[in-house]
T-cell receptor
Framework: KQEVTQIPAALSVPEGENLVLNCSFT??????LQWFRQDPGKGLTSLLL?????REQTSGRLNASLDKSSGRSTLYIAASQPGDSATYLC??????????FGTGTQLKVEL | NAGVTQTPKFQVLKTGQSMTLQCAQD?????MSWYRQDPGMGLRLIHY???????DQGEVPNGYNVSRSTTEDFPLRLLSAAPSQTSVYFC?????????????FGSGTRLTVV
C-alpha cells in the first residue's frame, strides 16, 4: 500500500527565507507527483506536476524535484513571502489513476 | 473556463437524511473522483470513475453512492447521513493518460451532520 509522508508537519519562517518541504513515498511505481497549495477553508490549487520520467519542475519561485528510486520529492520555495502561508500537499498518482496524498505541511511566513 | 464546479459549498444535515453533492467539469476529463478531507487523516478517496457508465470504489466507500451518466457530471450521494460523514468533500478530475496530466480540484463542499 502506498504511503506518503510529509515532513515537517508545520513550519514557521521569517519573510525572505528560502525553505524546503519534504515528501516521501513508499512505492516507487508512480506515474507522477503533484504539489498542491491549500489556503484555510479553500480548495486545492495545483502548483507543480512532475512526471515519473522527470527530475524537476520550476514555476516562478517554486522548484520541485523528484527522486523516484529513493521515494522522495522536495518543494523549494525561494525568498518566501507572507502570501506563501498555506498548507502544502504532495500527492502521487499510481496505478488506476488514483492519488495518494500526504497529510501536508502547514507553512507560516512571518513579517 | 469553469474547471471543476461543486455545489453546494456548505450543507448541514440531520442524521439519517440523504442528499446529493454535485460535481461538474467542463474540461472533457475522462477521470473523476471524490475525496473527503478530515483533520489528521489527509484526503482519502471515496469513489472514482474512469468514464461515463464506469465507477469503482476507493478507500472509504461505505455510506456513499455514485453514478456517471455523462462525461461532465459525477454526483456523490449520501444514503443515510451519519455524524462520521462530517467532512470536507472534494471532487477532482483529470485526463486519463497516466502520467502526463495532473488533477484539477473543485473548491469543496463542507458538510456537517448533526
Amino acid at each position: 500500500k502506498q504511503e506518503v509522508t510529509q515532513i515537517p508537519a508545520a513550519l514557521s519562517v521569517p519573510e525572505g527565507e528560502n525553505l524546503v518541504l519534504n515528501c516521501s513515498f513508499t512505492d516507487s511505481a508512480i506515474y507522477n507527483l503533484q504539489w498542491f497549495r491549500q489556503d484555510p477553508g479553500k480548495g486545492l490549487t495545483s502548483l507543480l506536476l512532475i512526471q515519473s520520467s522527470q527530475r524537476e519542475q520550476t514555476s516562478g519561485r517554486l522548484n520541485a524535484s523528484l527522486d523516484k528510486s529513493s521515494g522522495r520529492s522536495t518543494l523549494y520555495i525561494a525568498a518566501s513571502q507572507p502570501g506563501d502561508s498555506a498548507t502544502y500537499l504532495c500527492a502521487v498518482k499510481r496505478r488506476g489513476n488514483k492519488l495518494t496524498f500526504g497529510t501536508g505541511t502547514q507553512l507560516k511566513v512571518e513579517l | 473556463n469553469a474547471g471543476v464546479t461543486q455545489t453546494p459549498k456548505f450543507q448541514v444535515l440531520k442524521t439519517g437524511q440523504s442528499m446529493t453533492l454535485q460535481c461538474a467539469q467542463d474540461m472533457n476529463h475522462e477521470y473523476m473522483s471524490w475525496y473527503r478531507q478530515d483533520p489528521g487523516m489527509g484526503l482519502r478517496l471515496i469513489h472514482y470513475s474512469v468514464g461515463a457508465g464506469i465507477t469503482d470504489q476507493g478507500e472509504v466507500p461505505n455510506g456513499y453512492n455514485v453514478s456517471r451518466s455523462t462525461t461532465e457530471d459525477f454526483p456523490l450521494r449520501l444514503l443515510s447521513a451519519a455524524p462520521s460523514q462530517t467532512s470536507v468533500y472534494f471532487c477532482a478530475s483529470s485526463y486519463s493518460s497516466a502520467g502526463v496530466y495532473g488533477y484539477t480540484f473543485g473548491s469543496g463542499t463542507r458538510l456537517t451532520v448533526v
